[in-house]
């Protein structure tokens, strides 16, 4: 039986990406299982895979991108035990989940309930984890907590600011005029970035300043977003977005990280720190699988609701790819792999 997937044949713009079909089905190795993959989602991490700048991923052309999936096994491999054929699992997958079956070993799947829908699912997998984690392991927020999330709108943001209004926090996002219905609606103070001077706007409301700043923009925007913060605050870096969008390369992402360092050197009333969600995962794997299955129960509650940008056929991926290249995503773009 043969199946399809999508893969970057070399680094670059998002007509790299190219549909090919393979004759036979991938088997799976001792410990892994065959899945047939539901959905996938198209999100920055990809097109910094895409561009070959992704600092994690060393990996060369050709292979599929595809950080997250939801799939329904098909085949469990030898001393594959833990799950049966028919169950819906989602993994981290950082790469390979752009295709219609992929192998994965089976201790990386977290059961999903079969009430849940695949794409609201596929969209905890990376944006909301890293949100959750980035919100309560890493700044170890409190209720009530004033907070900057920066791009506010976008799937990371939103996920941070819907997480944030369960605890009460008081949130202020950077995001573009068109997204700012949308920020408002889920409880944050907006400030357009295009127009405001968002360190002005901040530093005229809260005097003696804020406890969190979520920056996943990098470049100039470090510094300035540590500027925000009160003594004991922390800055949360986890992207580096201004310098992708850019044409950035990987020198871009090592001179942000030595500005982190310096910025922690020469403070010592405030922190910046660097989140990466396959470092956590490695370092702490049972955090991985407790707060998912914390998000899952959020979702299933109707706490939480992943914004949804569109959702388009896997084929779809290069369309995909130049929305996200233009910022011109509310929420998360999912990809339909296969029909349920």
């Not at 939103?158 to 219905?181: P, V």
């Not at 005097?207 to 300035?224: A, E, M, P, T």
């Amino acid at each position: 039986m043969s199946y399809k997937k999508i893969i970057i044949t070399k680094f670059g713009l998002p007509e790299v990406l190219q549909t090919i079909e393979e004759e036979h089905l991938p088997e799976p190795e001792n410990g892994e299982v065959r899945i047939k993959v539901l959905v996938t989602s198209a999100s920055f991490t990809d097109t910094l895979l895409r561009r070959g700048i992704y600092p994690d991923v060393r990996k060369k052309p050709p292979f599929p991108p595809g950080y997250d999936m939801v799939g329904i096994i098909d085949k469990p491999g030898e001393n594959a035990n833990n799950f049966k054929a028919g169950q819906k699992v989602a993994a981290l997958t950082v790469f390979g989940a752009y295709s219609e079956y992929i192998c994965l070993p089976e201790d990386e799947l977290i059961l999903v309930p079969n009430s849940l829908d695949s794409s609201e699912v596929v969209s905890l997998i990376l944006s909301y984890m890293t949100a959750y984690q980035m919100l309560y392991r890493t700044a170890k927020i409190k209720p009530g907590q004033t907070i900057l999330v920066h791009g506010a709108g976008g799937a990371v943001g939103s996920a941070l600011i819907q997480l944030g209004r369960l605890i009460n926090l008081k949130m202020y996002g950077t995001a573009k005029k068109s997204k700012h219905n949308l920020v408002k609606s889920l409880g944050v103070i907006p400030i357009d970035y295009e127009s405001e001077d968002f360190v002005e706007y901040i530093k005229g409301r809260e005097v003696k300043g804020i406890d969190v700043v979520f920056d996943g923009i990098g470049g100039s925007y470090f510094k300035r977003s540590f500027s925000l913060l009160k003594s004991g605050g922390i800055l949360v870096a986890y992207g580096f977005q201004k310098a992708a969008m850019g044409g950035g390369k990987i020198i871009d992402f090592v001179s942000s990280f030595i500005n982190l360092k310096l910025m922690n050197m020469f403070s010592f009333k405030k922190t910046a720190t660097f989140y990466a969600i396959t470092t956590v995962k490695k370092k702490h794997p049972g955090w991985f699988k407790d707060d998912f299955k914390k998000l899952l129960e959020l979702l299933q509650e109707k706490k939480i609701e992943p914004v949804i940008s569109g959702k388009m056929p896997l084929t779809d991926a290069v369309k995909a790819h130049k929305i996200l290249d233009q910022s011109a995503v509310e929420g998360k773009i999912i990809l339909i792999v296969n029909k349920e």
